[in-house]
């Protein structure tokens, strides 16, 4: 994502709307906007960003699929749900920068 921005010259959160990007939220921008306030380009600002509201805890952590599951949110759809222990990925964390 970040080398696809760059590549677009989308250097600013103007040029975002030019894209077609749409209204991020409040949060998204202040997110991003601390970013760059620690010297992190903006392209890799908004990419971390993205990345981390499309992968967060919402939809990737058991806990969350599990509420959602006893909610009906899914239904009528099937639903194949595996889950792994934290033993068996390694090098990961949902905190980490990568995000």
């Known amino acids: 994502m970040e080398q696809t921005l760059r590549s677009a010259g989308i ?3 103007e040029s975002l709307a030019d894209w077609g990007v749409k209204e991020r939220t409040k949060r998204q921008r202040d997110a ?3 970013q760059i306030e620690r010297q992190v380009p ?3 600002a908004f990419a971390r960003q993205f990345v981390a509201d499309k992968f967060g805890m919402a939809t990737t952590h058991w806990t969350k699929l599990d509420e959602r599951i006893r909610r009906g949110v899914g239904n009528p759809c099937p639903l194949l749900l595996l889950g792994l222990p934290a033993s068996c990925v390694e090098g990961y964390s949902a905190a980490s920068p990568e995000l």
């Open 11 to 13: 250097g600013d959160p």
């Open 42 to 44: 903006f392209a890799e």
């Open 32 to 34: 991003v906007t601390r």
